[in-house]
């Protein structure tokens, strides 16, 4: 049964003084279902209608029709937002308060036990790297990405069964994302729903199970994603044209080799899908031990960029086809 | 009754600079011209006041900031959140008259003149009266606007009021006198508890009234507030 439904949801919001502009919609009769434990990312352009999505969820905009349901429950019955946890776009945090305070302050309000608070914050603010001197310091000083992760520790407060994160890595350092895999990693294997609006699609394809492109307030493709897949990785390696080019033949038995597959022949480039970062030094290690002439590697467009620019989220890999003329 | 709100609400109003500052002179004035007539009156009207202060914004600045959000991601609905707030600007508007009452008591007690305990009991109610009704019209202003244009709409009331109000005495229209004073009366709820001291019968009526504005104002606010919508999308 899933966890979160939503169903031929309709959002417009007036335009102009008093609506006198007519209308605008922002969803269009959008239907999903997020299953527990699932991890969904949510792209598109701007404007498309993802943060109005997520508004409806949490409750905060009034959809025109349609039904929203999280476990059979009203968006705003509160004990659903009891084990509701959000991220939003906008840091717009109580900058009076101390890192502490705040964490304490959303700690009371989750309902959460008093004998406990000071450890839970303590332990969630280490757990996204703000030590004591940070956690003491008031929230107006804190940096862009040091608000960031005080807005995810509260987030995670009470380890929440729904989790609705909007661009949480926006402004977040490389050691900062580490964690947020590690983060998400664990609240997925716990059985939480967590939602991701965001625009790094590379992040999206690697922490979310599934990705639902959302395009004029509509749902255009809904696809999985490597983690929800284990879609092969595909490495474009462009090879020299001074030197013939090995056949077909020769070069599935050197991807084979190095537990890769030759997915054909795309000019000038040959195309092979690796498991991993390491399946591809593999491959190259192989294909260089093989003389063949390797002049360039790169890996191919993600799915969700070609997703995002334009193309069907169907889009099957092209098949192989031998290299022109190749020599064995 | 929520402790955490009403103390995270109450911190955050004390410890902005300009707030602070206000209160300052909405207190302390009064409590100097205590200690200059002798009389306990000038701390009578300064619950009013400061429940404006510390009402002001108290919704439309978290909408518009957008903290508002975050708050109600959390198991706290929204008409809590109002009526919360409502009674955290009557509570700290009748802790600092009545910490200003003690203090003008002492400075009476300085001059050897005995203030009446029936008149400082009296004081105190009309205090707490006036209180829970401007902070609740300011609490209901607050759902309509953002930041704080519910100062705005209550100097805006206040302006055309006192404007049609000597319209009214200058071309004597008592229709027009008696609707200005109904709508001061709504703009800044009070109830005067004068017959406690006086042993005559409470004015019903007056009861009623100031009653029903201060419900109809909370109800209105929550009513707006339940239909606003929250996010930066919908303008």
């Known amino acids: ?328 | 009754m929520n402790p955490t709100l009403i103390a995270a609400f109450l911190r955050q109003r004390f410890t902005s600079p300009m707030r602070a500052g206000l209160l300052f002179l909405v207190t302390v004035f009064p409590l100097g011209a205590v200690a200059v007539t002798g009389t306990i009156s000038p701390l009578a009207g300064i619950a009013s006041p400061i429940a404006l202060i510390l009402a002001a914004g108290a919704i439309g600045q978290d909408v518009a900031s957008g903290t508002l959000q975050l708050l109600l991601v959390r198991p706290v609905s929204r008409p809590s959140v109002l009526l919360n707030r409502w009674l955290a600007c009557v509570l700290a508007a009748v802790g600092l008259t009545l910490a200003m009452l003690v203090l003008g008591t002492l400075a009476l007690l300085l001059r050897h003149t005995h203030p009446d305990g029936l008149d400082l009991v009296r004081i105190v109610l009309e205090s707490a009266c006036s209180a829970a009704g401007s902070a609740a019209v300011m609490a209901m202003l607050s759902t309509l606007v953002g930041g704080l244009g519910d100062v705005g709409l209550l100097v805006a009331a206040v302006i055309v009021t006192q404007t049609f109000a000597g319209l009214a005495t200058l071309e004597h229209w008592d229709w027009l006198a008696r609707t200005c004073t109904e709508i001061q009366g709504v703009i800044s709820p009070q109830l005067g508890w004068e017959w406690m001291v006086h042993g005559s019968p409470p004015s019903w009526f007056a009861i009623t009234s100031w009653a029903s504005t201060v419900t109809l104002a909370l109800a209105a606010g929550i009513a707006r507030l339940n239909r606003r919508e929250l996010s930066y999308a919908a303008g």
């Open chain 1, 1 to 328: 049964m899933p966890a979160i439904v939503v169903e031929n949801l309709v959002k417009s919001y007036a335009r102009g003084m008093g609506g006198l502009g007519g209308r605008v919609t922002a969803l269009a009769g959008v239907s999903l279902a997020f299953e527990p434990g699932e991890t969904v990312g949510i792209i598109g352009p701007n404007g498309a209608g993802k943060t109005t999505l997520l508004g409806c969820l949490l409750g905060f905009l009034r959809p025109d029709s349609g039904r929203l349901s999280i476990e059979g429950r009203a968006v705003d019955d509160l004990e659903i937002r009891a084990v509701t946890g959000y991220l939003p776009e906008r840091l717009v945090l109580d900058r009076w308060m101390s890192g502490m305070a705040f964490m304490q302050y959303h700690h009371a309000l989750a309902r959460l036990p008093a004998g406990t608070r000071h450890q839970d914050c303590r332990t969630l603010l280490d757990r996204v790297g703000l030590d004591r001197e940070a956690a003491g310091r008031r929230v107006g000083r804190y940096s862009r990405g040091m608000l960031q992760r005080l807005a995810l520790a509260q987030a995670l407060l009470g380890n929440p069964r729904f989790l609705y994160l909007d661009e949480p890595i926006s402004g977040v350092d490389p050691a900062g994302i580490v964690t947020f895999r590690e983060i998400l990693s664990g609240l997925s294997a716990g059985g939480a729903t967590v939602i991701i609006n965001s625009h790094q699609l590379s992040e999206v394809e690697r922490v979310c199970h599934r990705v639902v492109f959302v395009k004029q307030g509509r749902v255009e493709a809904m696809d999985t994603t490597r983690a929800g897949a284990a879609h092969a990785r595909v490495l474009r390696v462009r090879l020299s044209t001074e030197q013939p080019v090995p056949a077909a033949d020769r070069l599935t038995a050197i991807a084979t080799g190095a537990g890769g597959t030759y997915r054909g022949w795309t000019p000038p480039d040959a195309r092979f899908a690796v498991a991993d970062d390491a399946g591809a030094t593999r491959l190259l290690a192989a294909l260089l031990a093989a003389g063949v002439a390797v002049i360039e590697a790169s890996p191919e467009e993600g799915r969700l960029e070609r997703l995002f620019t334009g193309s069907s989220a169907s889009t099957p890999m092209p098949t192989p086809t031998p290299p022109p003329g190749g020599a064995s």
